[in-house]
């Protein structure tokens, strides 16, 4: 039986996402876009109300929620503001790693002090030279004793100087390929860590993007995530569960762009009567809505089947990639809606187009999901 209803609690948490969202996150999202500060008293007020770090298992003291129970989350949340909510979904992206791969000793401290105190941390993956091409990377770990060694940049690296610590991919055998990468939990305030300027940004300016140096950082053995070579596996198996979630803050930013549309439409006349009497207007809102619910359908169905314990590289691939391109295109159309208006900072459409354009390039570009739904397609039905 198929049942696309939501469950008592899950209805509980898009409500509270959904009342905090309007009351916190809205009402702030002009200023921090203005000012591309970050967004401290919000993220702390989210912690207060449970909802950050909800997929830390109970055993740690976390709510031990759902992939899907984030993406009903993350939308509600992104819908107000997604500069915001990519601030508090950072944390989503260093911890499934740890989900992923941790010891039981390693998920009690980095995972359990994320609930003890309104904490941070961050995905140290991306390079300068090295984006969707991981193996690129030049970030090194070399073992001394009880100890790695770290040496190495990273870049574009979401909420570098406000985290607790880094989730941080290495080589520790070069020659070997991505076999020979490995994954490190490192404490943000090691000896040898510079955190570069702020990146400003063309949308979600509020996230705090920067680059990370590593200069001879000393990490304990017991820090590392995994066994050595395991860390390309750990890292990519991580996006298995935060794409479907990246994927739903999409849903979340162009649902908030087609009401501003449709609100839009039905006030403003043109040839004495409402714009969304037009056709043309008319039949561009139908889109969004048609579009919108598919992206929700692919994300909902990409975060149920790792839920379930299934593979879903190539779902949460398809979900990613169809609701990131939904984001801009819908995003571009409200600004279309809007004529003049639209391309005004004073209407709040000419922001979401902005913020749009990053989902179809972090978390791997559209091109990148278009390239590991071919692969799953071809490689695995052989």
């Known amino acids: 039986m198929v049942d696309f209803s939501l469950s008592e609690d899950q209805k509980e948490f898009q409500k509270l996402a ?19 500060e970050y967004p401290h008293d919000i993220i702390k ?26 993406c009903i989350i993350g939308e509600e949340i992104s819908a107000a503001c997604t500069g915001i909510g990519t601030a508090m979904e950072a944390n989503m992206l260093a911890e499934c790693p740890v989900l992923v791969a941790g010891t039981h000793d ?10 003890d105190a309104p904490l941070l941390a961050a995905y140290c993956v991306t390079e300068p030279d090295a984006g969707s091409d991981v193996q690129g990377i030049r970030t090194t770990a070399k073992k001394v004793g009880d100890e790695y060694i770290i040496n190495g940049s990273k870049m574009w690296i979401t909420n570098a100087s406000v985290a607790n610590w880094f989730f941080v991919l290495a080589y520790t055998d070069k020659e070997a390929g991505v076999r020979g990468m490995s994954a490190f939990l490192v404490e943000a305030n090691s000896p040898g860590i510079t955190v570069g300027k702020k990146e400003m940004n063309m949308g979600q300016r509020c996230s705090d993007t920067r680059g990370i140096t590593f200069e001879n950082v000393k990490v304990p053995a017991k820090n590392l995530l995994g066994a050595e070579g395991q860390g390309f596996k750990i890292a990519m198996a991580a996006f298995d ?31 004495g009567k409402p714009i969304a009497a037009h056709q043309a207007v008319s039949f561009m809102i139908a889109d969004m809505a048609k579009d919108i619910e598919a992206a929700r359908l692919l994300v909902w169905h990409s975060a149920w089947l790792i839920d379930q314990g299934q593979r879903n590289t190539k779902h949460a691939a398809m979900a990613k990639c169809f609701a990131a391109d939904t984001a801009m295109r819908v995003a571009t159309d409200a600004v279309q809606i809007f004529g003049g208006n639209g391309y005004s900072k004073e209407y709040p459409v000419e922001k979401l187009m902005r913020d749009a354009k990053i989902f179809q390039i972090y978390e791997g570009t559209s091109q990148i999901q ?4 071919a692969k799953e397609i071809f490689d695995r039905n052989r």
Do not use: C
Not at 20 to 31: L, R, S, T
């Open 241 to 271: 569960l935060s794409r479907p979630i990246v994927a739903a803050a999409a849903v979340g930013l162009a649902r908030g762009a087609m009401e501003q549309a449709i609100q839009y439409a039905g006030a403003r006349r043109t040839f």
């Open 45 to 70: 007020k989210a912690w207060e109300a449970g909802l950050m770090n909800n997929h830390v298992p109970e055993e740690f003291g976390g709510n031990g929620l759902h992939t899907l129970d984030g």
């Open 370 to 373: 278009r390239v590991i739904i």
């Open 18 to 36: 959904r009342d905090f969202a309007q009351k916190e996150v809205a009402p702030a999202a002009a200023h921090y876009d203005e000012t591309a």
């Open 106 to 115: 390693q998920k009690k401290d980095f995972l359990g002090r994320m609930i």
